[in-house]
């Protein structure tokens, strides 16, 4: 966390969704709301959880910087609206939104589970959709802004824990509605991008994560390095700000390299 403070978003005011985090660790959300209420920015915390929440927010305070908590379920439409109204209420206007809320899932397509499949895709995907419908409109009265949607390597390439079709599925759709609306909306001044994080390490899977396994994730890939929420935070910090006015529609992997490596280019690191 050293050397976060900085203006590379001075003025810009900012939605993170999931942007609460576990007690040990950082969170992919709470390390883009730490990082970006550090370069400047008024925070917006969306998450349904009070105390992952208010956790979030009392490292931005304890900094120095400014951030509040809005209590929301974004896999729900009218939730959605409703985080919205709450940022424009509360900083006036809506520069970058965030769409960082996710859950995982497990499961292939013989052994999927109706309700498990729908809530992922909710949570995942149709909170992507929702978010950004009511945040455009905003944010094109204001001129313009940047929207930044979180998906992963496994919706480029599979592989991860085991079978989860319905995690897949729902990433893989971030990727085409982040080139759908970069293409609806660019006329409007809006940038739209994407991050595909690979084996970070983070407090949402901590607990599942022992050594062994931990040591072979970062084996996998060809810098042989372990990815931390940090790393993904700086990577978003680069596509929401002014320095990134020029780029939009991309996918962003922030994986050590993962995606450019087979399990056979990579066996000899991962045997020994």
């Known amino acids: 966390m050293e050397n976060l403070k900085g203006n590379r978003l001075t003025g810009k005011n900012v939605v993170v969704t999931g942007a609460g985090s576990r007690e040990t660790g950082y969170g992919i959300g709470q390390a883009i709301s730490i990082l970006f209420a550090s370069q400047?920015?008024?925070?917006?915390?969306?998450?349904?959880d009070k105390d992952r929440g208010d956790r979030t927010v009392s490292k931005i305070l304890n900094n120095g910087d400014i951030a509040s908590l809005c209590l929301a379920d974004v896999s729900k439409s009218s939730e959605c609206?409703?985080?919205?109204?709450?940022?424009?209420?509360?900083?006036?206007?809506?520069?970058?939104?965030?769409?960082?809320?996710?859950?995982?899932?497990?499961?292939s397509v013989v052994d999927i589970d109706e309700n498990e499949y729908e809530r992922v895709m909710d949570a995942n995907l149709k909170s992507m959709v929702y978010m950004s419908k009511f945040a455009i409109p905003s944010m094109i009265k204001n001129g313009g802004g940047s929207i930044l949607n979180m998906s992963s390597f496994v919706a480029i390439r599979s592989g991860g824990f085991g079978p989860a079709i319905p995690y897949a599925l729902s990433k893989a759709g971030v990727i085409a509605l982040t080139q759908q609306m970069c293409h609806d909306h660019g006329a409007d001044g809006i940038r739209v991008n994407c991050?595909?994080?690979?084996?970070?390490?983070?407090s949402m899977v901590a607990d599942r994560v022992d050594n062994k396994l931990r040591d072979l994730r970062r084996k996998a890939a060809p810098l042989q390095t372990e990815g931390t929420a940090w790393d993904v935070a700086w990577a978003a910090l680069f596509l929401s700000s002014?320095?990134?006015?020029?780029?939009?529609g991309v996918t962003l992997p922030v994986d050590a390299g993962l995606l450019t490596a087979s399990p056979i280019s990579m066996l000899d690191k991962l045997t020994n």
């Open 242 to 248: 002014d320095e990134a006015r020029w780029i939009s």
């Open 40 to 48: 400047g920015a008024k925070v917006l915390v969306v998450d349904s």
């Open 195 to 202: 991050i595909a994080p690979g084996h970070v390490y983070t």
């Open 81 to 107: 609206e409703k985080v919205i109204k709450n940022v424009i209420t509360k900083y006036g206007s809506l520069d970058v939104l965030i769409n960082n809320v996710g859950v995982g899932s497990s499961g």
